[in-house]
C-alpha cells in the first residue's frame, strides 16, 4: 500500500506556471502506475494525467501541451509541471495510484487557483 501527500498549489494569474508534487511512502513505488487528478467546485473528480510504471504518460485532452507528469522513484515522488494555466484549471489536486482502488482513500490534495 502507497501513502501519499501531495503539495505545491497556490494562487497563481492565468498563462503563469505551478509544480505540484505528490510524495510517496509505503511500498514499492516503482511498481505503481501514478495519477494526478483533479476537482473544481460542484464538478466530479478527474484524471489530469497518469505517470505510467513504464512507457510514455497519458493527459486529459484539455492539459495536453500544457501540463507535463514525471516521476523519481529514487525519491518515491511523482510531479506535474503545470504551465499556461487558465481558469478552468483551478480545483483542488490530487494524486493516487491508477487506477485509484474503488472506495481507496484519498489525500486532502492541493489546491490550485487560477485568477488574476
Known amino acids: 500500500q502507497v501513502q501519499l501527500v501531495e503539495s505545491g498549489g497556490g494562487l497563481v494569474q492565468p498563462g503563469g506556471s505551478l509544480r505540484l508534487s505528490c510524495a510517496a511512502s509505503?511500498?514499492?513505488?516503482?511498481?505503481?502506475?501514478l495519477g494526478w487528478f483533479r476537482q473544481a467546485p460542484g464538478k466530479q473528480r478527474e484524471l489530469v494525467a497518469v505517470?505510467?510504471?513504464?512507457?510514455?504518460?497519458d493527459y486529459a485532452d484539455s492539459v495536453k501541451g500544457r501540463f507535463t507528469i514525471s516521476r523519481d522513484n529514487a525519491k518515491n515522488t511523482v510531479y506535474l509541471q503545470m504551465n499556461s494555466l487558465k481558469p478552468e484549471d483551478t480545483a483542488v489536486y490530487y494524486c493516487?495510484?491508477?487506477?485509484?482502488?474503488?472506495?481507496?482513500?484519498w489525500g486532502q490534495g492541493t489546491q490550485v487557483t487560477v485568477s488574476s
Open positions: 493516487n495510484v491508477f487506477p485509484p482502488p474503488t472506495g481507496g482513500a
Open positions: 509505503g511500498s514499492i513505488f516503482s511498481r505503481y502506475h
Open positions: 505517470a505510467y510504471s513504464a512507457g510514455p504518460a
